[in-house]
């Protein structure tokens, strides 16, 4: 994209954001401010879209580094002002919910391809991709087989846009465990041995044992 084809998009966007103030004014109805509501948070899942799409192919190309960060988390911060959980956010759903291009440019799924497909028709906001992307890296969801991982995943995206976040993660973790039939393997090794001292004061008060 050229400048004067983002100078262009940037104007476009600042006429929409006058028109939606227009709609959403003091003369605006309930249902009208209700839907200005539903029209401000697709908006923002779709601006949210495309910096993460934009922080994917930063990172695929190795710009931050090369621009001597060590850290893309640091570098998003200093370009945007952002606090480092909401760098750390974006970062998350930028290696999980994008698609990855090989080194021959061939594309291959996302890590969470159902999640994916879901945050990219503005179902769930990137701080569900977050959640979903902790619980499935979890130790009950890494003893799961392939096959049933990704079906879990599955079945965490379909209802992310049913749940807030905190909700959908209770509901996702209580489905993992559940999965998890197994549980951990059981710890054979023998106990660390303990050297306890234990000293005792003399009862006249001088020394001890």
């Not at 709609?23 to 401000?40: H, M």
């Not at 200093?78 to 090989?102: F, K, P, T, Y």
């Amino acid at each position: 994209m050229t400048p004067d084809r983002l100078d262009a998009a940037h104007r476009l966007l600042q006429q929409a954001m006058a028109e939606l103030t227009a709609a959403s004014g003091p003369a605006a109805g309930d249902d009208d401010l209700l839907s200005a509501l539903t029209v401000c948070e697709g908006a923002a899942r779709l601006l949210e879209r495309l910096s993460v799409a934009a922080i994917a192919a930063l990172q695929r190309r190795g710009v931050f580094t090369e621009r001597g960060y060590r850290s893309t988390v640091t570098a998003l911060g200093d370009l945007l002002g952002w606090e480092r959980a909401d760098a750390r956010r974006r970062l998350v759903v930028a290696e999980h919910a994008v698609e990855i291009v090989g080194l021959d440019g061939s594309t291959l799924p996302a890590r969470l391809t159902a999640t994916a497909a879901v945050f990219a028709a503005g179902d769930c906001s990137g701080r569900h991709v977050e959640i979903i992307a902790r619980v499935l890296d979890t130790p009950p969801a890494r003893r799961l087989t392939r096959d049933i991982w990704t079906a879990a995943e599955a079945q965490i995206a379909a209802k992310a846009g049913d749940y807030s976040p905190a909700d959908l993660q209770a509901w996702a973790t209580a489905l993992v465990e559940t999965l998890d039939q197994d549980g951990p393997e059981p710890d054979d090794r023998p106990p660390a041995p303990v050297n306890e001292l234990l000293v005792t004061r003399n009862p006249h008060g001088a020394g001890g044992r």
